[in-house]
């Protein structure tokens, strides 16, 4: 039986989630978790096999829990769900040590076969996410800016370029105002950039914008 945690702050979609996994007679929702506190003391009372785990949460990103998870379950296998499109992060999460990455607007059935997948120890890569894998293998090339950026730093950056103000990026990742615009200073200055316009224009330019 697979054991699954589901680590999502919003209640409908823990829900919708744990409804998908139990009609699978191989897998069990052992624990669900609204942020990293819940999740990382959840794993240390429960033996956990897969980590379903959205990757914008308030507090700790799931990019930044990848790092935690491991130190206290060193062979757990971590499925990343994320409303943004695999361009954005899903390399990212598999550099930090995911190993998969779906959006949440793929099909259930692809969610359970994911948790199959990287059950039995294998990635979780689909073909859009194999494509940028091969060509960053094919044609290595230096480092855009926004690659130099922190994980969280990119997820406000993702934010900026769509037109979010402070705050609301404040709100949705419950950080303060004064938090935020200290990310957005240090991305202004790592990209050499001036303004949320110049944001807007390089995340239309390097496809982080829809």
Same mark, same amino acid.
């Given at each position: @039986? ?24 191989? @897998? ?62 899903? @390399?990212?999460?598999? &550099? ?67 037109? &979010? ?24 200055? &790592? ?20």
């Amino acid at each position: @039986m697979i054991k699954i945690l589901i680590v999502d702050d919003h209640a409908i979609v823990r829900e919708g989630l744990s409804r998908i996994i139990g009609t699978e007679s191989d @897998m069990v929702v052992a624990g669900m978790a609204k942020d990293g506190t819940e999740v990382i003391r959840l794993m240390l009372d429960n033996e956990i096999d897969v980590v379903v785990l959205d990757i914008s949460m308030p507090g700790k990103s799931g990019l930044d829990l990848i790092k935690d998870l491991k130190q206290v379950q060193p062979l757990v296998k971590i499925l990343m769900l994320s409303m943004y499109p695999e361009e954005r992060f899903a @390399m990212r999460s598999i &550099k930090a040590g995911a190993s998969g990455y779906l959006t949440k607007e793929m099909a259930p059935e692809e969610i359970v076969s994911a948790v199959r997948t990287i059950y039995s120890g294998r990635k979780y890569i689909t073909p859009a996410l194999a494509d940028m894998i091969a060509e960053e293998l094919q044609n290595p090339t230096e480092k855009v800016p926004h690659e130099l950026l922190s994980d969280r730093e990119f997820e406000v950056l993702c934010m900026l370029a769509i037109g &979010k103000p402070v705050v609301e990026i404040a709100a949705t990742l419950s950080l303060s105002e004064s938090t935020v615009s200290t990310y957005r200073m240090r991305i202004l200055q &790592k990209m050499n950039l001036k303004s949320n316009s110049d944001l807007i224009h390089y995340g239309i330019e390097h496809g982080l914008v829809e």
